[in-house]
Nanobody
Framework: QVQLVESGGGLVQAGGSLRLSCAAS????????LGWFRQAPGKEREFVAA????????HYADPVKGRFTISRDNAVNTVYLQMNMLKFEDTAVYYC?????????????????WGQGTQVTVSS
């Protein structure tokens, strides 16, 4: 019922910024929790940020607090991840995900739908 397509990744220098977008389709979009995860080579997929259907509940992983901002615009079925002050360790494939609001929001297995991922590479 939900399809997700990420965009906005690319190559950026350390200290720079990128904004990722995730376009979602599906009639039940507004009821889903939307999250961002990332996976670097040799590492497991890890939680980055999530936002509730109303936008009133927002969660960030400790490494990105103060640097990344998640937001959503239900009118256009899109969730965003604004990434500022990027670091080398932010390099990863970033995935948009949606769940039905049941389970642990920071756990990848909780989510029902996933995008294809977009590569973010941070260089010196």
């Amino acid at each position: 019922q939900v399809q997700l397509v990420e965009s906005g990744g690319g190559l950026v220098q350390a200290g720079g910024s990128l904004r990722l977008s995730c376009a979602a389709s599906g009639r039940t979009f507004s009821t889903y929790i939307l999250g961002w995860f990332r996976q670097a080579p040799g590492k497991e997929r890890e939680f980055v940020a999530a936002i509730s259907w109303s936008g009133g509940r927002i969660h960030y992983a400790d490494p990105v607090k103060g640097r990344f901002t998640i937001s959503r615009d239900n009118a256009v079925n899109t969730v965003y991840l604004q990434m500022n002050m990027l670091k080398f360790e932010d390099t990863a494939v970033y995935y948009c995900a949606a769940d039905r609001g049941i389970g642990i929001i920071t756990t990848a297995a909780t989510y029902d739908y996933w995008g294809q991922g977009t590569q973010v590479t941070v260089s010196s």
